[in-house]
């Protein structure tokens, strides 16, 4: 047995008092709603933050190990890739557009501006600073890492965990048009279409059928 083994805590080893306030921090994410869902006015079963990140976990961890990556990153930086939003909300592009503006945005798929992304990026690093202030140095380090690397999108891990991103935003879409036909997707589908990931177009794809079946009125709507 070497020292790691020796020194690693055990079940019964009392968990640090910040790690346990971090805890309750996170429980928060559930509070947090989808600004998209809240924009397009879903009323019922209006999905949480914390509810996408679960579900985007599960799928960049089937994904990481199909492609050979690190599943255990992969899926810590799913998890945490909207932390921030647990105080800096579920920000959009045109988050602070005037309203005409965010109401365009809704139906017409624009690309954010450099100064809108500047703008969410800086918001989300202080939000998540304060969120892990209280934790261990190492803890810390380990989930503002993981973050910047989602952000940036440079490396074949933080790729997945955008691409399984807008997948679920998709399929989430679905979902809600099955439930309510008159659902307005609006600037999610072309903003799927015009990706240069052919995974995201695909689903995108079905997306745009299934809204066809919609109209033509061969799709049962879901309970």
């Keep these: 047995m070497n020292n790691h083994e020796i020194d690693r805590p055990s079940r019964e080893s009392p968990m640090p008092k910040s790690q346990l306030e971090f805890f ?13 869902w809240v924009d397009r006015k879903i009323k019922q079963d209006q999905e949480s933050v914390a509810e996408h990140s679960y579900t985007v976990a599960v799928m960049v961890g089937m994904e990481a190990r199909r492609r050979g990556l690190n599943t255990e990153k992969a899926m810590l930086m799913a ?3 909207d932390l921030p939003e647990i ?12 309203k005409y503006k965010r109401a365009e945005a809704i139906q017409v798929w624009t690309p954010p501006s450099e100064e809108a992304k500047r703008d969410k990026r800086q918001k989300e690093e202080e939000a998540l600073k304060i969120i892990t202030q209280k934790l261990s140095v190492r803890f810390r380090a380990e989930i503002v890492e993981l973050w910047q690397e989602y952000v940036v999108e440079e490396t074949e891990v ?17 979902i809600y048009v099955k439930q309510k036909p008159d659902f307005q997707v609006g600037s999610i ?9 052919p995974q995201v ?8 059928k299934l809204l066809g079946l919609v109209r033509d009125n061969e799709v049962p709507q879901e309970a």
């Excluded at 965990?161 to 935003?169: F, K, P, Y």
């Excluded at 589908?189 to 990931?197: E, V």
């Design 24 to 36: 309750e921090f996170v429980n928060h994410l559930r509070e947090v709603k989808r600004q998209g």
């Design 79 to 81: 998890l945490v890739h």
């Design 87 to 98: 105080l800096a909300g579920d920000r959009t592009p045109h988050q602070d557009a005037p």
């Design 158 to 174: 933080a790729k997945l965990v955008h691409q399984m991103d807008h997948i679920q935003l998709l399929q989430q879409a679905m």
């Design 189 to 197: 589908l072309p903003q799927g279409l015009a990706s240069d990931d």
């Design 201 to 208: 177009r695909r689903v995108a794809k079905e997306l745009e």
